[in-house]
């Protein structure tokens, strides 16, 4: 599996992704809505991609507050940390099959950028 030199991302990158993707789904979710129209015409489909995000984003902070509060992790989060939230996070709340796929793509990623 291809590795990225730790020095490019961090973990403070992975959040900063994770609530700019948050915002862009917020604004855009609707128009992904009126789109979906297949297989089945439910118009959800940028609803569950934000809810989904949502959960990552709440899963990478989580990540961020217990190396703040507590006094047994010490540092900052690795980006391993973050990467393995963000996609926990996603799988743990996605939502339909967008968010699903999302969650494995979120996961693929994870894996390539937290290999030692």
């Known amino acids: 599996m291809a590795q990225v030199p730790q020095t490019f991302f961090d973990a403070l990158a992975v959040r900063t992704w994770c609530g700019l993707a948050l915002r862009a789904l917020g604004r855009a979710r609707e ?10 015409a439910d118009g959800d489909t940028g609803t569950n991609l934000y809810l989904t995000v949502e959960s990552a984003v ?6 961020f507050e217990a190396h703040e509060v507590d006094a047994h992790v010490s540092g900052k989060p690795t980006l391993a940390d973050a990467t393995r939230a963000m996609a926990h996070g996603a799988l743990i709340g996605a939502r339909g099959n967008s968010g699903t796929i999302l ?10 950028l937290a290999a030692d």
């Open 103 to 112: 969650a494995q793509l979120l996961r693929g990623m994870a894996q390539v």
């Open 31 to 40: 128009e992904i809505d009126a789109i979906n129209v297949y297989p089945v």
């Open 58 to 63: 709440a899963a990478v902070e989580a990540v």
